[in-house]
């Protein structure tokens, strides 16, 4: 049954009422720190990159488009501003990533990679959730594609600078709708036809496909100082289900706003799981790799596929065959 492994763990329930061990007053200094946030200009990313940037990291915001992402710039510049104790020196830049398309992400990459400079956190925040059928720019289905394959691309070209930079971290925002994905965990030979999956068990889909990808790559790190894990960021009221009335309809979308107006988290509190991954010591003191975090850094068992390791490598082979059959090298 979906969401089994979920609802008969009591942890997950403690989850529900315990206090956040971890905020944004917790975040050390991190000045000399560079980090890339995709999906930076609302949001979860929003609220991260504000948090980094307050401590003293130069940030870069990883948006599709430029309007959107200097407009966010100057509102973040202005939010921290208002922050006791926040640095003067504001480090906000603009990468342009398109997670749409991999060559996008390929070169999102790589323009990064040119600048010369380390890169000790990336954040894989940007995404979509349970939007109607459609396909990416290279013809896969766009969940999958977007939360997934785009950050698998943009990751996979920035790890040579991340094990420079090294201690350094790596973030993928999950979700406990992963629980939801469709039978099998990730259905390679029907992923593009659209009976074969609803909307929701798409968007699960793409969220176990981050677990994986995190466990796996956490397992090739394993001799390195990069410390990769992933999360849960909790119910959080964001933009991220604009989608939900053109493909749930519209009773399921005024029911999901009006649970996100009284009980969810505010994206600043939504962000404290990721800040946790990103900038916790916690994480190199007890060399936490490729887990799982429930909010606020609580570890947790995710669904029983997102621990297959075969699932995980064939995962990790697929992608990599997909950008090689869709991006060419220059």
Known sequence: MPFANVITNPTFWKTMFQRHRYTDKDIPDLSG??????????????ATTVALASHGARVFLACRSRER?????????ADIAQLPNAVENIQLDFLELDLNSMASCHRAAKEFVKLGLPLHILINNGGIMTTPFALSEDGIEQQFAINHLGHFVFTLGLLGKLKESQPSRIVVLSSIGHEGSVKGGVDFDTLNDPNASN????????????????????????????????????FVYTDLQRNTQAS????ASIGYDLAGRISAASPTKGAYNQLFCATSPEIEEKDYRGLYFMPTGIEFRPSPYASDEELQEKLWTYSETVFREKVKEP
């Open 33 to 46: 720190k560079v980090a890339i946030v995709t999906g930076a200009n609302t949001g979860l990313g929003y």
């Open 69 to 77: 992402a200097l407009e966010a710039i100057e509102r973040a510049k």
């Open 199 to 234: 909307t929701a068990s798409r968007y699960g889909r793409s969220k176990l496909s981050n677990i994986l990808f995190a466990k796996a790559l956490a397992r090739r790190l394993a001799d390195e100082k990069v410390y990769v894990n992933a999360l849960h960021p909790g």
């Open 248 to 251: 749930m309809g519209k009773v």
